[in-house]
């Protein structure tokens, strides 16, 4: 069987999407590794590169899963501290940075929140863990310097929702920066991204975590997200300027609020 949702309603979406990450959680980032030969985590990184962290940012990590990105970002910022380390206004900032990762799903954050412990992160009070749909977030107005969302608009109900929620939520200058699984355009290579979608990752996901469905869900998913320049006319249409993409090896998008720069 595999999870299509051209005829299911909503909610059901939103369900199964909801059973799909509480099944995979526990093995959701050897997973991550196994089907992406590694290349999520040079991705991410290009995702936090581009995003320019700074210490006392206030940033929003949407669908933030098992931490992954917001581990970098706080990273990141750690190594400016470390780099700056005989100013003391840093230490003043590296204490007010704030680095919220927010999920639907309490079984992922809770594999995120073990893995803080195991990188001494247990006690950091930068990290905040919140459940929230990105589609309505609990966020004030304009309150935050940064949003990232990786590998998760595509499992939405509506991304006009979750865009609009972004714009609302971003201070003026704030950045948005998406990285996700899009569309292969080079011939021949997307005849091999194809088969190594449909026929080697549900038979990895049924191997490594025994959940072929699970896994072929995703894969569905990533075929029907919009091409990058829909992506991009929909992130401008949210009222973002300077849109910018760059295909990685599946796609990848970033944009900016206005006046950035
Ligand atoms: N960003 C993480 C990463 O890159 O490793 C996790 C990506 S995982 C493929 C997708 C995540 O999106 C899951 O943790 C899932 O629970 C979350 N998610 C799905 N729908 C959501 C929604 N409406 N609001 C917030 N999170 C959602």
Same mark, same amino acid.
């Given at each position: 069987t595999s999870f299509g949702f051209?005829?299911?309603r909503e909610e059901e979406k939103s369900q199964m999407v909801g059973d799909v990450f509480s099944s995979v959680a526990s093995n959701y980032d050897l997973m991550n590794d196994v089907m992406s030969g590694g290349l999520h985590r040079l991705w991410k990184d290009r995702l936090v590169s581009m995003l320019n962290p700074f210490p006392g940012m206030k940033h929003l990590d949407v669908a933030? /899963?098992? =931490?992954d990105v917001a581990f970098r970002i706080l990273d990141n910022i750690n190594s400016i501290k470390g780099r700056a380390s005989q100013d003391p206004l840093n230490d003043h900032l590296q204490e007010e940075t704030q680095i919220y990762v927010c999920d639907i799903n309490p079984n992922m954050l809770n594999v995120g929140k073990k893995r803080a412990i195991e990188r /001494?992160? =247990?006690?950091?009070?930068?990290l905040v863990w919140v459940e929230g749909d990105a589609e309505a977030l609990s966020f004030e107005d304009n309150t935050m310097d940064g949003y990232t969302i990786a590998f998760g608009i595509?499992?939405?109900?509506?991304i006009e929702k979750v865009l609009a929620e972004a714009y609302r939520v971003l201070k003026q200058g704030g950045r948005f920066l998406c990285l996700e699984l899009s569309h292969v355009e080079v011939p021949v290579f997307k005849e091999l991204y194809d088969y190594y979608s449909f026929s080697v990752i549900p038979a990895l996901g049924e191997l490594?975590?025994?959940?072929r469905e699970s896994y072929q869900y995703l894969v569905e998913s990533i075929r029907r997200f919009p091409l990058q320049e829909k992506f991009a006319s929909m992130i401008a249409d949210a009222?973002?300027?300077?849109v910018e993409y760059e295909n990685l090896v599946g796609g990848v998008k970033f944009c900016q609020h206005p006046d950035a720069l």
């Open positions: 051209k005829h299911v933030g /899963g098992t =931490g /001494g992160l =247990g006690e950091n009070k930068s595509r499992n939405v109900t509506h490594v975590a025994g959940d009222g973002f300027q300077k």
